[in-house]
């Protein structure tokens, strides 16, 4: 067994490490490569990609798995080795179930997709992208079919990013949270506008870099396993668990668009850094599932970084940093300015409170769109009559409509959007249970001090990477299942003391 359990970390790392090299061709297409690079580069992913596919696949891992069943039944279920070979034949048959030809006409017709979006989105073009996404959506279907028996067609790829979860359980949550949500908005909104012109002066890029830089080293991000680096759209990517990198990027005349992204994407990269080590080149070694990583990127920008609490600390310091422009803004103006709501047309722009609106819209669509009740023809029109319905507001072009995100133009057509709402429910849940465990987190915060937070964090989700689902996770973390109620408590205390709500 002991050689079988060795020859199976030696495949899963090769694995691992054909993706990580991807990952790294990706990071440096989005920052430093020249235009020039572009086609080899995709020829060079594409390689790497099938490389790792044909591994996965490959029957001698299979049979590999059947060998070790028994040895993984005689150890508990939390295990490590128990853990490590679920979650690799959980991969195994995932990948198994689609044949290979498949996932090469997926990939090409996607990789084309991408690059008539770009080109039709400035353009406000959606008639050039339309049969292309009829395409898509028929993929999507071809896709999800691989894996029936399903409850939901969107399930299957639901399941892809955040598993275990279904339209089953999703629906009702998120119709629960969009009947509380809808009256928060209405409240907020029929009073004036917060004014945020503080944020809409010139802050020169040097002094915006380093006092981001500052602020994530102290919430914990550990740049001697990471760096910061320009790009166009700001992500996070993972190489191995001692390198786990941050992108962002600087408007000089908005001061919130890269502090913001900042301490988005280092809740992800300190999510991956706190990983066990010895998980290290497995599939244990990455979070769990896209709602449990969108849970810690928000609860550092949001309910760490756009509190009340941390500003007292962190404002004076700011102010110091931009005397001129900051030194005579109140503290007070400051923080209704980074905390605006407003009826928004763009998702990633938008607050807290109308974000989950945004999302649910394009869940539904999605959904919508798989059950065969919308035509892709019209999508911008259903597209525009829910944004009215939903925040009284409808985008003038499709640019800013239903061609404004790049996931259905750059992949499936389902599954890509529920994380992020699940991820602002659990962010909300899992920091309720940390100031429960440690009511001194708060007054930490007000000090500039997150140890106690970083800690908790660290021990309660960070690192166990992949070994426990979601579900699993959330059970042990919080003592009960996923729940709105901590969520919508955080935003009615904040927002009612912010816009006098009663
Ligand atoms: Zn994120």
């Known amino acids: 067994m002991e050689d079988k359990l060795q020859e199976l970390k030696a495949r899963l790392l090769e694995i691992n490490d054909l993706h990580s090299v991807e990952a790294l061709l990706g990071w440096d297409q989005s920052t430093y490569m020249p235009p020039g690079g ?58 198994i179930k689609v044949p290979s030809a498949f996932v090469a006409q997926l990939s090409g017709h996607t990789a084309h997709m991408y690059q008539r979006w770009a080109e039709a989105r400035p353009a406000n073009d959606f008639g050039r992208v339309r049969d292309g996404l009829e395409k898509t959506l028929d993929l999507s279907r071809q896709l999800a079919d691989y894996f029936q028996p399903y409850e939901h ?39 004036p506008p917060a004014d945020d012109a503080c944020l809409r002066q010139y802050f020169p890029e040097k002094a915006q870099w380093d006092f981001a830089v500052d602020v994530i080293r102290r919430f914990g991000y550990d740049f001697d396993r990471g760096r910061l680096d320009k790009t166009h759209h700001p992500f996070m990517t993972k190489f191995s668990l001692g390198d786990c990198r ?43 599932s896209a709602g449990v990583h969108e849970s810690q990127s928000r609860l550092w920008e949001n309910i760490v970084g756009r509190s009340p609490g941390f500003w007292e600390y962190f404002y004076p310091q700011l102010q110091a940093v931009f005397p001129d422009q900051l030194g005579a803004v109140p503290q007070d103006t400051f923080y209704r300015a980074i905390n605006k709501v407003e009826r928004s047309l763009i998702r990633t722009a938008a607050d807290e409170v109308t974000y989950n609106l945004h999302v649910m819209i394009r869940f539904d669509l999605e959904l919508a769109l798989l059950e065969g009740k919308l035509a892709v023809a019209d999508l911008p029109e259903a597209w525009r009559a829910r944004y009215q319905a939903d925040l009284g507001i409808a985008p003038p072009d499709d640019k800013d409509g239903c061609m404004q995100d790049v996931h259905w133009y750059a992949g499936v057509i389902g599954g890509a959007f529920q994380g992020y709402t699940l991820g602002n429910i659990l962010a909300a849940q899992f920091f309720a249970t940390a100031c429960a465990a440690h009511p001194e987190i708060p007054e930490e915060i007000r000090q500039g001090r997150f140890a106690v937070l970083h800690g908790w964090l660290r021990e309660n989700i960070y690192q166990h990477g992949s070994k426990f689902t979601a579900s699993e996770l959330i059970e042990r973390v919080t003592g009960g299942p996923l729940s709105i109620a901590p969520y919508i408590a955080y935003l009615r205390e904040k927002y009612g003391a912010l816009y006098n709500l009663a």
């Open 246 to 288: 941050i992108t962002t990027r600087v408007d000089e005349h908005n001061l919130g668009e890269n502090l913001f992204s900042v301490m988005h994407e280092a809740g992800h990269a300190m999510y991956e850094q706190g990983i066990r080590m010895d998980y290290e080149g497995t599939p244990l070694a990455n979070g769990t």
């Open 153 to 191: 067609i969107a399930d299957p790829l639901i399941d892809w990013a955040d598993y275990g979860m279904k339209v089953s359980v999703i629906r009702p949550l998120f119709g629960e949270l969009r009947h509380q949500l809808v009256p928060i908005v209405k409240a907020i909104t029929d009073q």
């Open 38 to 95: 572009g086609a080899a580069r995709a020829r060079q992913s594409a390689l790497l990609s099938r490389l790792a596919h044909e591994r996965l696949t490959d029957p001698a891992l299979g049979r590999l798995l059947d060998d070790l069943r028994p040895y993984e039944e005689s150890l508990p279920y939390d295990a490590d080795d128990a853990a490590l070979i679920r979650v690799a034949r959980r991969e195994f048959e995932r990948a």
